[in-house]
């Protein structure tokens, strides 16, 4: 999980990435580490992308970078949607604000629209929405008199048919295709006596994957990672939890990856951050709280987890399986305990965000978000608010805002553990009448 982040004591979002703790170094948080990607430059750090262009002309559609030097791409379509995926190594897009709104919006030729971003530490993506079948033709490197690379990658469409054929013969294996998961990491002697609870905040989103875009062009990606830093730091600030994040950056995380997080530390809460938008109603406003449930309370939640659970086809990966079923009778008794207690931290931040922040008519909502399915860990989801309203959206980029809502989080999360000085995590239990079913270690 090389995007996990386990917080210091001390020293608040000064964060060690597990990446460079595999390789025993400190980092502090920041700017991405340089990563050299396989063309093995020697420049150091990471190439720079400062424009993107799509041109149509006699039947193909070219998506031009201009970079500041020479990396290597490797494309390759997928079906249901049609897309194409170009993978680099790491780039730091630095391109206009236009660009970054291209999501969506502008149709050229073959191409729909595109987003960019960190696929996982050292690896960056693009991912084309494409108006229908095509296909990469070879990738071209140029480079300019002044010095500029250009890599032009040639999209011609063809028929479904080849495409298909396309699709399965430049498919990845799985393994190439999901993240890069790094190795277990043992407890250090400290995080081992630390009996603290654990508290995993998840940032929605992230990388190639934006999430919800208001008009003014901003993502929930960012609004929603500003927020879990904030209540990460409100958290630790008090001493009393050991804190984790999913993301400490702008990198796509895969839905079951965050789940697996959680699991694996052993968390004692996953909060998982997220920002709605309904852009044919701009006048829907205010704050919902969800937690897991295989029935959604009503369409409109249903809908809002369909679209959450997409965030991994967004950044250009199948779904792949999801966390395990929950097919094991020891598991489904615990998923409900479990949710007993999520419930019970659903109502606290009721309690507490009602007297500070709008709420949404329906303020507590279930549906079956892939990220609130771990069956041993107790998880809310919370969607801040709509970027679609105009009201929600400078609240969203309010820092007195933020703040206030941050604290009374963490009031909920206070009165949420106080009372449970004993292990305060629902274990695995043996069924009471199922004699013929050995019970698991969590
Ligand atoms: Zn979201």
Do not use: C
């Not at 090389?2 to 460079?20: E, I, K, Q, Y």
């Not at 830093?229 to 796509?252: I, N």
């Not at 329906?362 to 399915?373: D, N, Q, Y």
């Amino acid at each position: 999980m090389p995007h996990s982040t386990r917080l210091p004591r001390t020293g608040l979002l000064r964060t060690v990435a597990a990446l460079a703790l595999a390789a025993g170094t400190l980092l502090a948080a920041g700017p991405a580490p340089a990563q050299d990607g396989p063309t093995g430059s020697q420049t150091g750090g990471a190439a720079v992308a400062i424009a993107a262009e799509t041109v149509s002309r006699d039947g193909t559609t070219r998506l031009t970078l201009t970079l500041s030097r020479a990396i290597e791409a490797r494309a390759f379509v997928m079906e249901r949607p049609d897309r194409a995926v170009i993978d680099l190594p790491e780039v730091n897009f630095q391109l206009d604000q236009e660009t970054g709104k291209m999501s969506g919006r502008k149709r050229d030729g073959a191409i729909a629209s595109f987003r960019y971003g960190l696929f996982a530490p050292g690896r960056s993506r693009i991912v084309v929405d494409l108006t229908g079948p095509a296909v990469v033709e070879a990738i071209e490197t140029t480079t300019t008199r002044e010095g500029a690379v250009l890599v032009s990658i040639p999209f011609r469409k063809v028929d479904r048919d080849t495409f298909r054929k396309a699709a399965v013969a430049g498919d990845p294996s799985p393994a190439a295709k999901a993240a890069p998961k790094a190795p277990p990491k043992a407890a250090s002697m400290n995080e081992a006596a630390d009996t603290r609870p654990l508290i995993v905040i998840d940032a929605g989103h992230g990388g190639t994957d934006p999430g919800a875009i208001a008009a003014t062009g901003v993502f929930e990606k960012d609004i929603v990672f500003g927020f879990a830093q904030s209540f990460a730091e409100r958290l630790e600030q008090s001493g009393r939890y050991r804190l984790l994040m999913t993301r400490d950056r702008d990198v796509f995380v895969p839905l079951a990856e965050r789940v697996r997080i959680a699991r694996e530390a052993k968390a004692d809460l996953f909060v998982s951050i997220h920002a709605d938008s309904i852009s044919a109603a701009p006048q829907v406003k205010g704050a919902t709280i969800y937690t897991g449930s295989e029935k959604a309370t009503d369409s409109e939640s249903a809908r809002l987890a369909e679209r959450e659970n997409r965030a991994d086809a967004a950044a250009g990966t199948e779904s792949g399986e999801g966390p395990a079923d929950v097919a094991d009778i020891l598991q489904e008794l615990t998923l409900r305990e479990t949710r007993g207690f999520s419930a019970g931290f659903a109502g606290r931040l009721m309690g507490q965000l009602s007297p500070v922040m709008e709420m949404s008519t329906k303020p507590h909502r279930e549906a079956g978000f892939k990220v609130l399915r771990s069956p041993d860990v107790p998880s809310v989801l919370i969607e801040l608010g709509y970027l679609s309203s105009k009201s929600d959206l400078e609240k969203l980029q309010s820092e007195e805002w933020r703040a206030r809502v941050t604290g009374s989080m963490a009031k909920a999360v206070d009165l949420f553990f106080s009372g449970r000085s004993t292990l305060s995590r629902p274990a695995l239990v043996a069924p009471k009448r199922s004699a013929a079913i050995a019970p698991v270690s969590p």
